[in-house]
């Protein structure tokens, strides 16, 4: 029913920045959270930030506060994760993630995930 697609990844030098982005399609993309989780090799996929339909809400993990920024664009399908100030810790598989529901905080509210993009940050 919705498609995710991630694009954008790849590897920064430490304190670099990178922009992920998620285009989706199928169903009414507005009315989608969307969210990015990253999952580290060894470790449980967590939430990274989420923002609601008409872009009023957003969340973020504590850990990216102050460094990435999610928005969206409804008209283009799209949603995006700017990553400043990059941290070897930040390194993993980012996710693209919708929800039909309420905010995204957990896995457990997703209804559709993309395949996603590799973020690799270099010492």
């Known amino acids: 029913q919705v498609q995710l697609v991630e694009s954008g990844g790849g590897l920064v030098q430490a304190g670099g920045s990178l922009s992920i982005s998620c285009s989706a399609s199928?169903?009414?993309?507005?009315?989608?959270?969307m969210g990015w989780f990253r999952q580290a090799p060894g470790k449980e996929r967590e939430v990274v930030a989420s923002?609601?339909?008409?872009?009023?809400?957003?969340y973020y993990t504590d850990s990216v506060k102050g460094r990435f920024t999610i928005s969206r664009d409804n008209a283009k399908n799209t949603v995006f994760l700017q990553m400043n100030s990059l941290k070897p810790e930040d390194t993993a598989v980012y996710y693209c993630a919708a929800s039909k529901g309420g905010m995204i905080r957990t896995v457990a509210t997703v209804d559709y995930w993309g395949q996603g993009t590799q973020v690799t940050v270099s010492s």
């Open positions: 923002i609601n339909g008409n872009s009023i809400l957003r």
């Open positions: 199928g169903g009414t993309f507005s009315t989608y959270r």
